[in-house]
């Protein structure tokens, strides 16, 4: 059986110490660049049952998958860049990696929350500069900490929360007080939420529902002084509402881990706009979580291969033509 690892750019997957259990089942390849045009791409995965994509870097759409008659199985890390609906039509199963990042996401959230109140990346730039510049911060202790999404990423910020001091309350489209009470918040209103929080933060899935959630009209709502984090996918916040508040002084500060599916528009206005702490879709990037996804994704294509398919997002496509036998 041909395996393909598509894109292991940082040589995480090689060097989790995964790759062996692989190799007993198949003809392991990896690629440690990503693919630059689609003909490379189709040309790695030419008779390939199982395809390995890592972390949203490779784009797998009809016409790819379609081109692709072996192809069975797809082990993705996150299936953001992959056509779904395709695959399942085709009979090509697609698996992720269910939280293996949620402890690296959550430990992130207050990093940056951390550097935005206490202004440490500011000062820290202008010691570089040569320049003694000591500014104010905020306490954490005794805020009103708010979580617009309390899902797996949003409870792991919750929980870690009292740590600080901080005071916990959530809203969420399908949240119940009973799941808010177990990962230590408060229900509240969506108003509530907005305008209560000393520090919001935005965990919401991204679907057509939330799309600009966090719009112009919402951001009004916000105290002056309070400060908004953002470790959710790219269009779920209006980046050029926030920049626009932020400029007109009506937020106090924002954090962003810039969540694309590629590098960020270099035109985007958040990349300008004052008071703000921003990352590079880092959230998820540490050393264990890379450790755990790669274990986990081997767990599925085994688990695949045995016949148990598990952490499959298109169960359909298990029933699909490429299935049979």
Known sequence: MKIVVCDDVDGAFRGS???????????????????????????????AAVAVAVRDRTVLDREMLTALPELRLIASTGPHRIDL?????????????????????????????LALARQITRTDQ???LHRWEPAAGLELEGKTLGILGLGRTGGAVARRAPAFGLQVIAWGPTLTPERAAASGARMVSEEELFRTADILSVHLRRSELSRNFVNAARLALMKPA??????????????????????????????LDLCDTGPVDMQDPILDAPRTVLTPHLAWQTVESYQRSARVAVDSILAYLKGSPVNVVNAEALKGPRQAG
Do not use: C, M
């Open 17 to 47: 110490g995964e790759l062996a259990r692989l190799e007993a089942v198949g003809t392991v390849t990896v690629y440690n660049r990503v693919a630059e045009t689609r003909g490379a791409l189709l040309d790695r995965l030419r008779a």
């Open 85 to 113: 609906k395709a695959a399942t039509e085709l009979g090509v199963v697609v698996t992720t990696t269910p939280g293996t990042s949620t402890a690296s996401v959550g430990e992130h959230v207050f990093g940056l929350i």
């Open 126 to 128: 202008a010691l570089r």
């Open 226 to 255: 309070a400060l908004l984090i953002d470790i959710s996918w790219a269009g779920i916040v209006d980046r050029q509402a926030l920049a626009a508040a932020l400029r007109a002084g009506r937020l106090a500060g924002a954090a």
